[in-house]
DNA sequence: ACCCAGGGTCCTA
DNA sequence: TAGGACCATGGG
């Protein structure tokens, strides 16, 4: 597992090197990470890097695919996360046409105003905020960490957040659990993919985002290269997709999105 | 002064 | 159901 290819991958925003280790807000603790997996925690310690999967069996798989055999082979250490589902939530909530150095700085932001506190290793950390406390704050305290006309849509996660129960969607079949959540303002099929694949175990999702609709037109002839915009379009190139890569397609799309990236002249800046 | 950023929503035909 | 405008903000 290669931690710091997967922490800067498009995944996680709240993530820092310090020292030889990784540190980082997964919720109310704080994780520490190195390539054998998660080290050390301010509280309970998640499967955070899914050692669960039979990573060897879905790699065997998605080897079938040329493409997918190069950026596999280019990027054998990456891993999907399995985050706190209301971190994650609020995270690609306010990704939405935004870039991720301001994404990390919203959310750290974000954490400054509004979450707890926590130490490891002698360092003290500002933890995410439960939804009960983001969900009770003013518009104009979010709207001051810098997320513009996302702010509304924070406070109705937030606030949507305290009357549900996620691990209910996550026993849900996927099509009903992205139904779930996109009823929630602010989330569309794309974070919602976002959400189900790197904190609900939906390893079928594929958040299709302007770098994957491209990739998955060049490669694989499958849609029109442009980002889907309405339900029927967006159902139409994922069920081709998960046809052609199967059902750790979420995996598929994470290798796909690093190469894509890599190769464009605009890799993945932190 | 432009254009773009891991989009979503609302309006129109 | 498909196409367009608009949305705040910061960086190149």
Same mark, same amino acid.
């Given at each position: 597992m290669d931690a710091g290819l997967t922490l800067n991958s498009g995944q996680v925003f709240l993530w820092h090197m310090h020292g030889r280790y990784w540190y980082g807000i997964d919720g109310g603790v704080v994780l520490k990470a190195d390539d054998t997996g998660i080290v050390g925690s301010s509280g309970h310690t998640p499967d955070f890097f899914r050692d669960a999967d039979d990573i060897d069996a879905i790699r065997a798989r998605l080897r079938r695919d040329t493409s997918l055999r190069d950026a596999m082979e280019r990027y054998p250490g990456l891993r999907i996360t399995r985050q706190d589902p209301f971190q994650c939530m609020v995270s690609f909530v306010v990704s939405a046409n935004s870039n991720i150095p301001r994404i990390r700085r919203n959310l750290e932001a974000i954490c400054r105003a509004f979450g707890g506190t926590a130490a490891l290793d002698g360092m003290k950390f500002r933890t995410f905020p439960s939804p009960e406390r983001l969900g009770g704050a003013h518009i104009s305290e979010v709207r001051s960490c810098g997320t513009g006309y996302r702010s509304p849509y924070i406070l109705a996660a937030a606030r949507a957040v305290c009357s549900m129960d996620f691990e209910h969607i996550r026993a849900m079949p996927y099509r009903e659990a992205r !139904? =779930? &959540?996109?009823?929630?303002?602010? *989330? #569309?099929?794309?974070?919602?993919?976002?959400?189900?694949?790197?904190?609900?175990?939906?390893?079928?999702?594929?958040?299709?985002?302007?770098?994957?609709? !491209? =990739? &998955?037109?060049?490669?694989?002839? *499958? #849609?029109?290269?442009?980002?889907?915009?309405?339900?029927?379009?967006?159902d139409s190139v994922h069920d081709e997709a998960v046809r052609r890569l199967g059902p750790h397609a979420g995996y598929a799309q994470q290798y796909l999105f690093r190469m894509v990236r890599d190769d464009s002249g605009k890799p993945l800046k932190w």
């Open positions: !139904r =779930a &959540l996109t009823a929630i303002p602010g *989330i #569309g099929n794309k974070v919602a993919d976002c959400i189900l694949l790197f904190s609900l175990d939906f390893l079928e999702a594929i958040p299709l985002d302007r770098w994957i609709v !491209r =990739a &998955l037109q060049d490669r694989y002839d *499958i #849609g029109t290269g442009q980002v889907p915009h309405t339900d029927t379009q967006y």
